[in-house]
């Protein structure tokens, strides 16, 4: 079992930068990737980013990819989204979730945060 809570979400202008990150707990978080989705009204969920617990390697949305960096401190089971140059198409409900593949598919993730919203203003 895998708990997750994200925060850091707000409001922000275009260009700016939101950091948010995603505290998880549970025994065996080594065996996950841990993923960024998001999901705007009345739009199907959209894969970010995503980072396996345990070897550092990463994954992005063609959207996001050069604006978006995933990482990770082991230490704090807390894994971060930075997002920089932000654009109003990004204004969205963002979510974490663990899941045993390192996929971009939301189906390959089987635990999922409460989601933290980001709006982003033109």
């Known amino acids: 079992q895998v708990q997750l809570v994200e925060s850091g979400g707000g409001l922000v202008q275009a260009g700016g930068s939101l950091r948010l990150s995603c505290a998880a707990s549970?025994?065996?978080?080594?065996?996950?990737?841990i993923g960024w989705f998001r999901q705007a009204p009345g739009k199907e969920r959209d894969f970010v980013a995503t980072?396996?617990?345990?070897?550092?390697?990463?994954r992005y949305g063609d959207s996001v990819k050069g604006r978006f960096t995933i990482s990770r401190d082991n230490a704090k089971n807390t894994v971060f989204l930075q997002m920089n140059s932000l654009k109003p198409e990004d204004t969205a409900a963002y979510y974490c979730?663990?899941?045993?593949?390192?996929?971009?598919?939301?189906?390959?993730?089987?635990?999922w945060g409460q989601g933290t919203q980001v709006t982003v203003s033109s």
């Open positions: 980072i396996t617990w345990g070897g550092g390697s990463t």
């Open positions: 549970g025994r065996t978080l080594w065996r996950y990737a």
């Open positions: 979730a663990a899941g045993s593949r390192w996929s971009g598919h939301d189906y390959d993730y089987d635990y």
